[in-house]
């Protein structure tokens, strides 16, 4: 693995010079490598293909979860052109609560099935091979008629599974980094993949899917959060270990990509 990874360096280096931008294999950079090595050129894809075995399930599954079914969602809000308008990242919430439906609203727009089409059932947000790699997760603190936990959105029903029950708001603020925006609102989403969907048909290609589509689905919580007149912001900067572990995942096959509080703005 490391072998191959100093001869891409080299590889990279070379065709760098080539380009008349040279540049030491040892300064070129993880990021880099990772571009580098989930490019496709002429000849193909440029790397390595370790054989990924079999695929992780489209959905999965809390089989012995306590689930609350979601309301149907209600197309009632902005005018797209005006929630783009609008839209802007929010940082800090009031204490009020949110509701079932509106909860149900902003889980759909981000990975709730929207068509079936061509056998497979399509969600809202565009995936790689319709192989959708995205779970979310919500921590509920302020949402009426739902226990405080964390849930696990199961996209199959259109419910949510019931993890763990209590209140996870200290957890996820401190797995935020501390950061104030996070662990004061009603809901908090996490956006993680589960890499194996989609590594399996485009080997390490797969991630920047993965990774691109959460940015497809983060706009669409934007958007409907502005159109329900709530706010939310993407929240990148957490620590991987804690959130992960806080959620049950190993951070290797499925992994924290985005933290998202939602809630009504403290300030207009
Ligand atoms: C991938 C990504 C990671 C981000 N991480 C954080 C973060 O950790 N903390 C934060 O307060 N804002 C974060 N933001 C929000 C940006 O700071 C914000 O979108 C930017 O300042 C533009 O402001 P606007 O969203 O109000 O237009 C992140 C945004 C993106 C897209």
Redesign the pocket.
């Known amino acids: 693995m490391l072998c191959h990874r100093i001869f891409a360096a080299m590889l990279l280096s070379a065709c760098l010079s080539s380009c008349g931008q040279a540049q030491e294999p040892q300064t070129l950079s993880i990021g880099q490598l990772f571009h580098h090595e989930t490019s496709f050129g002429d000849a193909g894809f440029k790397g390595k293909n370790i054989g990924w075995g079999q695929a992780a399930p489209l959905y999965k599954k809390y089989d012995k979860a306590q689930k609350v079914e979601l309301p149907k969602p209600s197309f009632a809000g902005l005018s797209v052109e005006k929630a783009i308008q609008k ?3 929010v ?1 800090s919430f009031m204490e009020s609560p949110m509701n079932l439906e509106q909860l149900a609203r902003i889980l759909l727009s981000a990975n709730g099935i929207t068509q079936q089409r061509g056998g497979i059932a399509r969600r809202a947000t565009p995936s790689g091979g319709a192989l959708y790699p995205l779970d979310l997760y919500v921590i509920a603190t302020n949402v009426d008629e739902l226990t405080n936990g964390l849930y696990h959105f199961q996209v199959s029903d259109s419910s949510l599974e019931l993890v763990k029950e209590g209140d996870f708001s200290i957890q996820i603020f401190e797995a ?1 980094n501390e ?1 104030r ?1 996070v662990g004061a609102s009603p809901i908090t989403i996490i956006l993680t993949a589960r890499f194996g969907r989609i590594t399996q048909k485009y080997a390490d290609r797969g991630y920047r899917y993965a990774y691109i589509e959460a ?1 497809a689905a ?1 706009q669409n919580i ?1 958007l409907q959060a502005t159109s329900l007149d709530m706010g939310t ?6 620590n991987d270990d804690s959130l992960n572990e806080l959620l049950g995942i190993d951070g290797l096959h499925e992994a924290a990509l ?1 933290i998202m509080p939602v809630g009504y703005p403290a300030q207009r």
Do not use: E, I, M, T
């Open positions: 839209r802007k990242s940082r935020a950061q925006a940015g983060c934007y912001v993407a929240v990148g900067a957490f985005l």
